[in-house]
């Protein structure tokens, strides 16, 4: 079956520095997504990044980046020059059967960040 | 601007008592989730509906109903038969098309238990 884990439940750093949010999948597909989302203390999920298994590069977006190690299963999330409103709960969730292109994903249990001033 | 609208916000449930939480997007996806997510821990699939009229159990579908008359809308009924509602609700859609295509998400329904 396939399964998410983020063994992080909290994590604090410093305004302006860099952190990652760690996350390991398991699956048996040979082709799958990884996504990550943020949720702020509204409620509402915003997506980040995606970065599939037969992408040859790392993906980024801005400040974030998805540092990638396919035999390892891990899929950290890099978020660089952190700022105060990064401050939120952050998932890491994958695409449920890559064949039928839905959007059932699994989801991890989630990693609280908190942004020091 | 288009996007997933939830309603009501916060929601009370009395014991014995149906409710239903509304799901409404303007973004003309074909498909659309519910999702749960309880405290500390991630979302699980409730139910989704990929086209109009047609709807699927998710990993977590017992004590609830929904319905999918219009591609718009994507009402959820927490059902008496759901011995534990108190939870965050989260509604999504989803393009389809593209692998990579991400899934939209509301603001989420409150619901306790009185």
């Known amino acids: 079956a396939q399964k998410i884990t983020q063994t992080q439940p909290g994590m604090f750093v410093q305004e302006k520095e860099a952190v990652t949010l760690d996350c390991t999948y398991d699956t048996s597909d040979q082709s799958y997504g990884l996504f990550w989302y943020k949720q702020p203390s509204s409620g509402e999920m915003i997506f980040l990044i995606y970065?599939?298994?037969?992408?040859?590069q790392n993906a980024t977006e801005g400040r974030y980046s998805l540092n990638f190690q396919k035999a390892r299963k891990s899929a950290n999330l890099v978020i660089s020059a952190s700022q105060l409103g990064d401050s939120a709960m952050y998932f890491c969730?994958?695409?449920?059967?890559?064949?039928?292109?839905?959007?059932?994903?699994?989801f991890g249990q989630g990693t609280t960040l908190q942004v020091k001033p | 601007d288009g996007g997933i609208t939830q309603s009501p916000k916060y929601l009370f449930r009395k014991e014995g008592q149906n409710v239903t939480l509304s799901c409404e997007q303007n973004?003309?996806?074909?498909?659309m989730y519910w999702y749960r997510q309880d405290p500390g821990q991630g979302l699980r699939l409730i139910y989704y509906s990929q086209i109009v009229n047609d709807f699927q159990k998710g990993d977590i579908a017992e004590g609830y109903s929904v319905s999918r008359e219009k591609k718009e809308s994507f009402p959820l009924t927490v059902t008496s038969a759901q011995k534990n509602p108190t939870a965050f609700y989260l509604c999504a859609s989803h393009a389809g098309g593209e692998r990579r295509e991400k899934l939209f998400f509301g603001s989420g329904t409150q619901l306790s238990v009185l």
């Open positions: 970065q599939g298994s037969y992408d040859e």
């Open positions: 973004l003309n996806h074909d498909a």
């Open positions: 969730a994958m695409r449920e059967g890559w064949s039928s292109n839905t959007g059932k994903l699994i």
